[in-house]
């Protein structure tokens, strides 16, 4: 079962079930945007599914796409239009979904509206704090502990406030 995304095919679950299924086997999807969402990737897949390890598709939430139905001439043309009029819309919807989340982030930053995790503030004596550390007469834990950071943040903070002190002394 592969409940991620279907973004792009390079998916650990769906990698796995290439690896097992076999021919005669039967996929289930819930829907073509499920299994992917790049128009011609979805027809790559399909025929490498269908054609290459022989396995039967059975779309869920589109009949038509039941490769288990219909193997004859007329059933194949029909599965295969539906299947590339389905890749299209799925590929289509993903690029309008990319586009209008894009926009939205724009307007958001636009607006001042910040991304992510909030700044840890540097506490107002930490010139002092760092200057006690240098001086061997506060331990580095404790340095941490003050300022209520971790080591990662401490250590750009301490970069930050030399480079801002160092232009200063200027």
């Known amino acids: 079962m592969d409940k991620q995304s279907g973004k792009d095919f390079n998916r650990p ?15 289930y999807v819930l829907s073509i945007d499920r ?16 054609k ?15 490769t288990r139905n219909g193997k004859d001439l007329m059933g194949t043309f029909i599965a295969d239009l539906v299947l590339q009029i389905l890749s299209f819309v799925a590929q289509s ?11 939205g982030i724009a307007a958001a930053k636009a607006k001042g509206v910040k991304f992510g995790r909030p700044e840890k503030e540097v506490p107002d004596n930490f010139g002092k704090i760092v200057k006690a550390w240098e ?6 834990q404790e340095v ?13 903070r301490l970069r930050e406030y030399r480079l801002l002190h160092s232009e200063k002394e200027e």
Request: proline share 3%; hydrophobic share 35%.
């Open 13 to 27: 679950q769906y990698k796995k079930l290439l690896k097992k299924l076999k021919s005669g086997d039967l996929v």
């Open 35 to 50: 299994l992917g969402r790049n128009y011609e990737e979805i027809q790559k897949q399909w025929r490498i599914l269908t």
């Open 52 to 66: 290459e390890i022989g396995v039967d598709i059975c779309v869920i939430d589109m009949p038509l796409l039941d």
């Open 93 to 103: 919807e993903r690029e309008n979904i990319k586009k209008r989340q894009s926009e």
């Open 135 to 140: 001086q061997k007469r506060l331990p580095f």
């Open 144 to 156: 941490l502990k003050q300022c209520n950071m971790s080591e990662a943040t401490f250590y750009r």
